[in-house]
């Protein structure tokens, strides 16, 4: 809990130091010196974090590298040219090596710590098991049961909100096969703790034959113990609520038997529509 309340306060702050030592570190590499070297150097540790940003927030993707190992290398190579320069040829001062360590520091802590939920996976969604039965409501305010999804395999996703590049990109990427779906008569529901508003501006953006279900105070996710407190990061702005749900992929069969649970620990890792697919086909659910 106290680790989920660091986290929605980190990647703001971590986004703008790291691009204000980038821009610190050009303006000392570029106005010359002796160790201007080394500036360069810190000037690339800084980099790679905005980067990674502002590139997920111009154009939502579906999934990421779980490790970011190039961001890495070019943030790592940066701090060891740094070091090179203050060790080992003992020209540079310990200001671009500091910057250098600081923001590569960042880094790490955004791949290996803030990017990971620790999470337990829950039984209640156990392969082989029956869905659980939840209530939500749809766009108009009507509640609706789980049950509803009986009579046809269906795709169930738990996403974290509008707020969220990759959840965005997840369901774009569904919504770009949805005649695939249809034809293979698999139901989709999106499912959100976000507020009606936000969820009918996604349902508008893709007009696509899904159900955009609303998880009112998380209680299907509470109860599928997949409700994330503290989930939603300093800066979405949009007036969310703080919390949220882990990014979850459930396939059930017609008669609501779960054959495929996606519960990452990471949410830059997402499961590729050719996954459950295959499982569903494999299961005899669906064939084509």
């Given at each position: 809990m106290i680790s989920a309340r660091f986290k929605s306060l980190f990647i703001l702050p971590a986004t703008v130091a790291s691009a204000l030592l980038c821009v610190i570190a050009l303006v000392m590499?570029?106005?010359?010196?002796?160790?201007?070297?080394?500036?360069?150097?810190?000037?690339?540790?800084?980099?790679?974090?905005?980067?990674?940003?502002?590139?997920?927030?111009?154009?939502?993707v579906p999934r990421a590298s779980e490790n970011a190992p190039l961001a890495l290398l070019v943030s790592s190579g940066g701090a060891f040219l740094a070091a090179w320069e203050l060790f080992i040829e003992r020209i540079a001062g310990w200001p671009p090596f500091v910057v250098a360590v600081v923001a590569l520091v960042l880094l790490?802590?955004?791949?290996?710590w803030y990017s990971r939920f620790g999470r337990?996976?829950?039984?209640?969604?156990?392969?082989?098991?029956?869905?659980?039965?939840?209530?939500?409501?749809?766009?108009?305010?009507?509640?609706?049961?789980?049950?509803?999804?009986?009579?046809?395999?269906?795709?169930?996703?738990?996403?974290?909100?509008?707020w969220c590049?990759?959840?965005?990109g997840q369901v774009a990427e569904m919504a770009a096969r949805h005649e695939e779906f249809e034809r293979l008569g698999i139901t989709v529901a999106l499912i959100s703790p976000q507020g009606a508003q936000h969820t009918r501006q996604l349902a508008e953006r893709h007009d696509v034959p899904f159900?955009?279900?609303?998880?009112?105070?998380?209680?299907?996710?509470?109860?599928?113990?997949?409700?994330?407190?503290?989930?939603?990061?300093?800066?979405?702005?949009?007036?969310?609520?703080?919390?949220?749900?882990?990014?979850t992929?459930?396939?059930?069969?017609?008669?609501?038997?779960i054959v495929y649970a996606d519960q990452t620990d990471n949410y830059r890792?997402?499961?590729?529509?050719?996954?459950?697919?295959?499982i569903l086909r494999r299961s005899g659910a669906i064939t084509g």
């Open positions: 590499a570029v106005t010359g010196g002796p160790d201007r070297l080394a500036w360069w150097g810190a000037a690339f540790a800084a980099l790679p974090l905005p980067v990674i940003v502002v590139r997920l927030m111009r154009a939502p790490l802590l955004y791949v290996f337990i996976t829950t039984s209640r969604l156990d392969v082989g098991s029956k869905l659980p039965a939840f209530t939500v409501t749809d766009l108009d305010g009507n509640e609706v049961s789980s049950e509803t999804l009986a009579g046809r395999p269906a795709v169930l996703l738990f996403y974290r909100g509008n590049p990759l959840c965005m159900r955009f279900w609303i998880d009112n105070d998380l209680s299907a996710a509470k109860s599928l113990d997949i409700a994330l407190a503290h989930g939603v990061p300093l800066g979405a702005g949009g007036g969310y609520q703080p919390d949220t749900v882990m990014p992929v459930v396939v059930t069969t017609a008669a609501g038997t890792v997402r499961p590729e529509p050719e996954i459950f697919l295959a």
